[in-house]
């Protein structure tokens, strides 16, 4: 009991690297180039006895009550499993955008929109994990043209959204209603694709990783993988931020940590979104890090920035 009993709280302890160029393989071989870029990351670990116990002692672990991360009636477990979603979407855009921007050739096959938030204040039979077909008969490819759609219509209407659930067609509804940022029904989606590359590209990950802070650095290791020019030119490059097929870089949380256990493996460079910048010089300064931090808003900022210096 004493070891295995988890109290309401999670501890965010300092992560490491992983070397991207390892998880990637084009036309069945791995990247040979003598630099890296890295992904880091932040440790969860479930609030065990011994675990928090050890937090009141180590440096730089962190204790925060578990609802500060999970929604009401959500469980670690349960958020653990949505973030592996957004890792999957996250893989996608950046494959998407880096053979985009390399030139190189690659087919949209098929598209999934799957449900991942459903406001409290929602009036809908929806699910979590549903795929979202058609909202009134019309296909939804963003949620930016879900928001205009429901913007044309009126507060206490009710729209009817088709899905996909566990393999069969469900007919549901939400109800519309008004906020300060105009009319909604309380959801959002997020997208996953299928896809035919060339050259043939695998990307690899573990079982114990997950979310979409990755995405950034993935998008630049799969361009430097299936692109002519080495933009590592020698260093161990590490760096965190969403990514999404337009090529925006999106803020991520846990900046401090990502940070300390980039510098804890010797990086040389690390880059995270503009959003996150501030914190991270703040991080850089209190702990007198020797380490180069650079902060983007989209793909070819940080692009140009690892080639021109």
Do not use: Q
């Amino acid at each position: 009991v004493l070891f295995f009993y988890e109290l309401p709280y999670v501890i965010y302890t300092p992560g490491g690297i992983v070397n991207l160029e390892d998880r990637i393989a084009v036309n069945g071989d791995e990247d040979t180039t003598e630099g890296s870029l890295n992904m880091s990351y932040v440790s969860l670990v479930k609030g065990t006895i011994p675990m928090l116990l050890l937090s009141y002692v180590i440096p730089n672990w962190d204790i925060l009550p578990s609802e500060e991360i999970t929604r009401e009636d959500e469980s670690v477990d349960e958020l653990l499993k949505l973030e592996k979603l957004y890792m999957t979407s996250s893989i996608d855009n950046a494959t998407i955008l880096a053979f985009n921007k390399a030139g190189k050739d690659l087919n949209i096959t098929r598209e999934v929109n799957n449900i991942v938030y459903i406001a409290d204040e929602a009036d809908t039979d929806l699910k979590i994990y549903d795929e979202l077909l058609s909202v009134d008969g019309k296909k939804i490819n963003t949620v930016t043209e879900l928001r205009e759609y429901i913007n044309t219509l009126n507060a206490g209407d009710t729209v009817s959204i088709l899905v996909n659930r566990d393999g069969k067609e469900k007919e549901c509804s939400a109800n519309i209603y008004e906020t300060s940022d105009g009319l909604k029904v309380g959801i959002s989606f997020l997208t996953t694709y299928e896809y035919e590359t060339t050259p043939k590209i695998e990307v690899s990950t573990k079982a114990s990783e997950s979310g979409s802070s990755g995405g950034l650095m993935l998008s630049l290791a799969i361009y430097n993988a299936i692109s002519d020019e080495d933009i590592t030119k020698g260093r161990t490059i590490v760096g965190t931020g969403t990514i999404d097929i337009s090529g925006n870089v999106g803020e991520i949380d846990g900046v401090k940590y990502k940070l300390l256990g980039a510098n804890k493996n010797n990086a040389e460079i690390f880059l995270c979104p503009i959003n996150n910048y501030e914190e991270a010089i703040k991080v850089k300064e209190e702990f007198d890090l020797d380490i180069d931090v650079h902060g983007v808003a989209t793909f070819d900022e940080a692009l140009e920035y690892l080639l021109n210096n």
